[in-house]
């Protein structure tokens, strides 16, 4: 089980904050690639199962080769600042991980991992899809006996911040971590998602939706139409004032579009 506290700070002026006033206790720097799979069949994403491959540079090391971790989450909940999940890791070769991404059935045929053995076994999974993902900036910090995590996450559609901290004792830990964010003037809020779920709603629904009712012909096409809903979502997430705020006003778009494409006087594009 793994067990964090999450709290999303708001801007880039916080992250900025925070970060000096850690400064002293920096241990590393990690630039993590994320990529994302679901079954054919959406097997994963419908149980609430993550399926990544994280890429790894440590900044201090740029030299050496990244190393690569398969992940499987699942059954995750966060509430109140502290999530919680079943987690499974397993150490990777990054080339077979790259070799992964453009093949993805690659993942399926690898041989003594428990975890390609339960997303198969326990998802009934037989095909996987590749859903893309995102890169994160970590700064880890060894801070009062916590190891902190200070998360810089750039989306298509922007930059999301967060403060991770895994531990035994949550409720406890956090009320460590809130206090010092509070006694520095540093605003904060539970996260209310995880980032793969952030990735997701900011990745697909719209462009589906636009895509179902917006005829476009050929590549070009969709790639206007990925430019679109790109732009669009970046105003959401700019105007909104959390994530729930963000995933409210998102839902609320979509459905302005489908109204409007269900009327036929009203304008396709919102
Ligand atoms: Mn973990
Ligand atoms: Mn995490
Ligand atoms: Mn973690």
Redesign the pocket.
């Known amino acids: 089980m ?1 067990v ?1 506290v ?1 709290v999303r700070l708001p801007d880039s002026t916080s992250h900025q904050k925070l970060s000096t006033l850690l400064s002293p206790f920096h241990t590393k720097t990690l630039l993590q690639e994320n990529v994302f799979f679901d079954g054919s069949d959406s097997q994963l994403s419908s149980n609430l199962a993550v399926l990544r491959l994280r890429f790894i540079t440590t900044t201090a090391t740029a030299t050496a080769p990244n190393h690569c971790v398969l992940s499987l989450k699942a059954q995750p909940v966060i509430s109140q600042g502290i ?1 919680r999940a079943q987690e499974l890791e397993e150490p990777m070769d990054p080339t077979l991980g790259r070799a992964c991404i453009a093949e993805p059935w690659r993942l399926l045929s690898v041989t003594d991992s428990a975890i390609v053995e339960r997303v198969k076994q326990e998802f009934g999974v037989s095909g996987l899809v590749c859903l893309g993902g995102f890169r994160n900036v970590r700064s880890v910090y060894d801070w009062q006996g916590l190891k902190i ?1 200070v998360d810089e996450t750039n989306f298509d559609f922007g930059t999301c911040y967060e403060v ?1 901290c ?1 531990t035994g004792d949550p409720e406890r830990d956090k009320k460590v971590i809130e206090r010092f964010l509070e006694d520095n003037g540093i605003g904060f809020e539970y996260s209310q998602v ?2 793969f779920a952030v990735f997701w709603s900011g990745k697909l629904p719209l462009m589906e939706t636009l895509k179902r009712h917006l005829p476009v012909s050929g590549q070009e096409g969709l790639h206007e139409l990925r430019k679109f809903a790109i732009r669009f979502e970046e105003k959401i997430y700019t105007a909104a004032t959390s994530q729930s705020d963000y995933l409210r006003k998102i839902s609320l778009k979509m459905l302005t579009v489908e109204t409007k494409c269900q009327n036929p006087r009203g304008n396709a594009l919102p």
Request: proline residues 0%; negative net charge.
């Open positions: 793994e964090e999450k999530s995590e991770e895994e995880s980032k």
